[in-house]
């Protein structure tokens, strides 16, 4: 395949990150030559998904000592010099796997010993399928009816009172049977139905082997993130017709935790309805906050009451507008998620954000990709190899080719092959050391992800929630919380799977409070948390705020990885200047047409034969020596004359039928 494969293209991207893949399709889309390529055999690099086993080898892979990459060697002319690549960057630290379940299945408890007196046998109603049942004690007791399901046994009255009444009724004959039972047969159809509820109601207890039997039922992201629905990431996917590869599901709930250790979730309300309904803030306090989120929502339109509150804080102008501490706290927390340090600008814009993205699509503002965050960089890849680009997964680069008295990137060097580009774009955790920042290591950001065998805060029905646990009251850092269930196709049924995420160097001890606030590993039943079943800690550096344009090639576009923010509209920025520095004036990811409306080139023209499968009359006609076109022609001139001389006949028919019927008229 590599004899084969072109070595000169206008674009070349390395590394499949969410970045480098919008910026790949944008450039395919308006008629470029790309190659994409990578060195890893999964797409997304910081941003991918991977099953429960991708997980584990991810863990191998980055907790090993990294292979040293053989520089390679090419014909260079003057004037140029290779940039070897042999020592990436390291990306993760930190990184800890933890299992909480047992290897193998636990032993299913062996039945007690039956007891020796005699108990109530219980067979199902003849025609009633096996769902209605009957106790069958003494002869005289009356069959119930097929409406009564009950088996339990309740307390009665006396004997000789359920003998002086009729048994007119299933209730009465299941009273009147259980009054006949002994002691001992009470007591033990009493346990017996104690045990049955408790074994419906008892939480499914896991271990390592069955989770890896449905390894392929997860997709765990290693940056998990939501989108506004009505923000840059979603218009983008709407104006490109990327859409259509990607699924949504939206965030059913938002929550809050207010209080300390010994604190509780909360339900913030979102939309108007559900701040009339909610109890968790008072009547006044109900009328102050849709007064303030009237406002919020065309806050530019009164410059002249922002004027002395543009420098200060957030905080300081919710109190000007006579906002209680519990207000304060849902719209800084929850609904802006923006510090107490927060600017008033910042948390004015990040509070009409929310406002703006809500009822498009649900009654919150958020929507999470189905399967995974992982789905999204693959969806722009999707496209851009419909616009011919060129996909190769474990292709590493040993080096990349430069000018040095430019200084720019002239191509790369793989497994001996010398590839020439106009721009390259490159991840930076692909990118050489020279080219990055040297203080990168004290940026970080803290993330975990939990397998969890019931929700945070239990329902219904199954929901994607969203919390933010403040900085205060114990708390040093604000976590960011996702809690996502089977519904979105990221773990199986009856588990969940829960992100957290915060800056910081140290995931497992930036993310402690959070996790003893909402989770346990202990296995008491009486515990009322969710218990860990599997836990991965690990740091990633954050490049989002670093320069990566100072030491890099002019034609060298170096892309960062994920951060904290909730939501893409970062990297939908940062894909947008790459591509408007590589090519001025053209436009961003116009829309790409549906296959329906795709004129190909040969559309209205006959097909030649051998072009299609219909009949076998031109293959045999060909083996005949190539008359089969003309014996079809003979064949269809048969036809026609037969089909005429039985129209003519008919007429005849009919001529002579009225001659008939007219003489008859006459006599």
């Given at each position: 395949?590599?004899?084969?494969?072109?070595?000169?293209?206008?674009?070349?991207?390395?590394?499949?990150?969410?970045?480098?893949?919008?910026?790949?399709?944008?450039?395919?889309?308006?008629?470029?030559?790309?190659?994409?390529?990578?060195?890893?055999?999964?797409?997304?690099?910081?941003?991918?998904?991977f099953?429960?086993?991708?997980?584990?080898?991810?863990?191998?892979?980055?907790?090993?000592?990294?292979?040293?990459?053989?520089?390679?060697?090419?014909?260079?002319?003057?004037?140029?010099?290779?940039?070897?690549?042999?020592?990436?960057?390291?990306?993760?630290?930190?990184?800890?796997?933890?299992?909480?379940?047992?290897?193998?299945?636990?032993?299913?408890?062996?039945?007690?010993?039956?007891?020796?007196?005699?108990?109530?046998?219980?067979?199902?109603?003849?025609?009633?399928?096996?769902?209605?049942?009957?106790?069958?004690?003494?002869?005289?007791?009356?069959?119930a009816?097929?409406?009564?399901?009950?088996q339990?046994?309740?307390?009665?009255?006396?004997?000789?009172?359920?003998?002086?009444?009729?048994?007119?009724?299933?209730?009465?004959?299941?009273?009147?049977?259980?009054?006949?039972?002994?002691?001992?047969?009470?007591?033990?159809?009493?346990?017996?139905?104690?045990?049955?509820?408790?074994?419906?109601?008892?939480?499914k207890?896991?271990?390592?082997?069955?989770?890896?039997?449905?390894?392929?039922?997860?997709?765990?992201?290693?940056?998990?993130?939501?989108?506004?629905?009505?923000?840059?990431?979603?218009?983008?996917?709407?104006?490109?017709?990327?859409?259509?590869?990607?699924?949504?599901?939206?965030?059913?709930?938002?929550?809050?935790?207010?209080?300390?250790?010994?604190?509780?979730?909360?339900?913030?309300?979102?939309?108007?309805?559900?701040?009339?309904?909610?109890?968790?803030?008072?009547?006044?306090?109900?009328?102050?906050?849709m007064?303030?989120?009237?406002?919020?929502?065309?806050?530019?339109?009164?410059?002249?009451?922002?004027?002395?509150?543009?420098?200060?804080?957030?905080?300081?102008?919710?109190?000007?507008?006579?906002?209680?501490?519990?207000?304060?706290?849902?719209?800084?927390?929850?609904?802006?998620?923006?510090?107490?340090?927060?600017?008033?600008?910042?948390?004015?814009?990040?509070?009409?954000?929310?406002?703006?993205?809500?009822?498009?699509?649900?009654?919150?503002?958020?929507?999470?990709?189905?399967?995974?965050?992982?789905?999204?960089?693959?969806?722009?890849?999707?496209?851009?190899?419909?616009?011919?680009?060129?996909?190769?997964?474990?292709?590493?680069?040993?080096?990349?080719?430069?000018?040095?008295?430019?200084?720019?990137?002239?191509?790369?060097?793989?497994?001996?092959?010398?590839?020439?580009?106009?721009?390259?774009?490159?991840?930076?955790?692909?990118?050489?050391?020279?080219?990055?920042?040297?203080?990168?290591?004290?940026?970080?950001?803290?993330?975990?992800?939990?397998?969890?065998?019931?929700?945070?805060?239990?329902?219904?029905?199954?929901?994607?929630?969203?919390l933010?646990?403040?900085?205060?009251e114990?708390?040093?850092?604000?976590?960011?919380?996702?809690e996502?269930?089977p519904?979105?196709?990221?773990?199986?049924?009856?588990?969940?799977?829960?992100?957290?995420?915060?800056?910081?160097?140290?995931?497992?001890?930036?993310?402690?409070?959070?996790?003893?606030?909402?989770?346990?590993?202990?296995t008491?039943?009486?515990?009322?948390?969710?218990?860990?079943?599997?836990?991965?800690?690990?740091?990633?550096?954050?490049?989002?705020?670093?320069?990566?344009?100072?030491?890099?090639?002019?034609?060298?576009?170096l892309?960062?990885g994920?951060?904290?923010?909730?939501?893409?509209?970062l990297?939908?920025?940062?894909?947008?200047?790459?591509?408007?520095?590589?090519?001025?004036?053209?436009e961003?990811?116009?829309?790409?047409?549906?296959?329906?409306?795709?004129?190909?080139?040969?559309q209205g023209?006959?097909?030649?034969?051998?072009?299609?499968?219909?009949?076998?009359?031109?293959?045999?006609?060909?083996?005949?020596?190539?008359?089969?076109?003309?014996?079809?022609?003979?064949?269809t001139?048969?036809?026609?004359?037969?089909?005429?001389?039985?129209e003519?006949?008919?007429?005849?028919?009919e001529?002579?039928?009225?001659?008939?019927?007219?003489?008859?008229?006459?006599?």
């Amino acid at each position: 395949m590599d004899d084969d494969l072109p070595t000169q293209y206008e674009v070349i991207v390395v590394g499949t990150g969410l970045v480098e893949c919008v910026v790949a399709a944008a450039a395919a889309r308006v008629g470029k030559k790309v190659l994409h390529i990578d060195k890893n055999d999964y797409y997304g690099v910081q941003w991918a998904s991977f099953t429960l086993k991708g997980a584990q080898q991810w863990v191998d892979e980055v907790t090993a000592t990294p292979a040293p990459t053989p520089p390679g060697d090419c014909e260079l002319e003057e004037g140029e010099q290779l940039v070897g690549v042999a020592n990436p960057s390291v990306d993760y630290s930190g990184v800890k796997q933890t299992w909480h379940v047992p290897k193998e299945p636990l032993p299913s408890p062996s039945p007690e010993p039956a007891s020796a007196a005699p108990v109530e046998q219980v067979v199902p109603v003849e025609g009633s399928g096996g769902e209605n049942t009957q106790l069958m004690g003494t002869p005289d007791t009356p069959p119930a009816t097929p409406q009564d399901t009950t088996q339990s046994i309740v307390p009665v009255t006396p004997q000789d009172a359920v003998q002086d009444k009729p048994q007119d009724t299933a209730q009465d004959a299941v009273e009147a049977t259980a009054q006949e039972m002994s002691p001992a047969e009470q007591s033990q159809d009493s346990s017996s139905t104690k045990s049955e509820k408790e074994e419906s109601g008892r939480k499914k207890e896991w271990s390592q082997e069955e989770l890896l039997k449905l390894s392929r039922k997860f997709n765990l992201d290693l940056a998990p993130k939501l989108l506004y629905s009505q923000g840059p990431m979603v218009e983008l996917l709407i104006s490109s017709n990327i859409a259509r590869y990607v699924e949504f599901k939206c965030i059913s709930r938002v929550l809050t935790w207010r209080g300390g250790d010994d604190g509780s979730l909360l339900v913030v309300p979102c939309s108007r309805s559900d701040v009339f309904t909610t109890s968790a803030v008072s009547l006044v306090e109900k009328r102050l906050l849709m007064k303030f989120l009237e406002f919020c929502h065309q806050y530019d339109r009164h410059p002249e009451q922002l004027e002395e509150h543009l420098d200060k804080p957030f905080v300081d102008f919710l109190r000007s507008r006579k906002l209680t501490d519990n207000l304060i706290h849902f719209v800084t927390e929850a609904i802006g998620m923006v510090g107490e340090g927060a600017g008033c600008r910042e948390g004015l814009e990040r509070t009409r954000a929310f406002l703006t993205s809500l009822g498009r699509y649900g009654t919150t503002p958020f929507l999470f990709s189905m399967y995974g965050s992982g789905e999204l960089p693959q969806a722009f890849c999707r496209l851009c190899a419909v616009f011919e680009g060129i996909y190769i997964l474990r292709k590493p680069i040993s080096s990349l080719v430069v000018d040095s008295s430019s200084h720019t990137c002239l191509g790369l060097l793989s497994e001996g092959q010398r590839f020439t580009c106009n721009h390259l774009v490159m991840s930076a955790s692909h990118a050489p050391r020279e080219y990055l920042p040297q203080d990168e290591s004290t940026l970080g950001v803290s993330r975990a992800v939990f397998l969890t065998d019931r929700s945070i805060l239990p329902d219904e029905k199954e929901q994607l929630t969203l919390l933010r646990v403040p900085a205060k009251e114990g708390n040093m850092i604000p976590v960011t919380v996702m809690e996502v269930g089977p519904g979105t196709h990221v773990c199986p049924k009856d588990l969940y799977c829960v992100h957290m995420t915060c800056r910081g160097t140290d995931a497992e001890s930036d993310l402690r409070v959070a996790v003893e606030r909402l989770l346990t590993t202990e296995t008491d039943d009486t515990s009322s948390k969710p218990r860990i079943v599997w836990s991965l800690y690990f740091n990633q550096v954050d490049r989002s705020v670093c320069d990566l344009k100072t030491n890099a090639p002019g034609n060298l576009y170096l892309c960062p990885g994920p951060n904290t923010d909730l939501d893409y509209d970062l990297a939908i920025e940062q894909a947008r200047s790459i591509f408007g520095s590589m090519f001025p004036g053209e436009e961003f990811l116009p829309r790409a047409p549906d296959p329906e409306e795709i004129a190909f080139d040969n559309q209205g023209t006959e097909p030649k034969q051998g072009d299609t499968f219909e009949g076998d009359a031109n293959s045999e006609g060909k083996s005949d020596g190539g008359n089969g076109q003309e014996k079809e022609a003979e064949e269809t001139e048969q036809v026609l004359e037969v089909k005429e001389q039985t129209e003519k006949e008919q007429e005849k028919g009919e001529t002579a039928k009225e001659q008939d019927e007219s003489e008859v008229v006459e006599e």
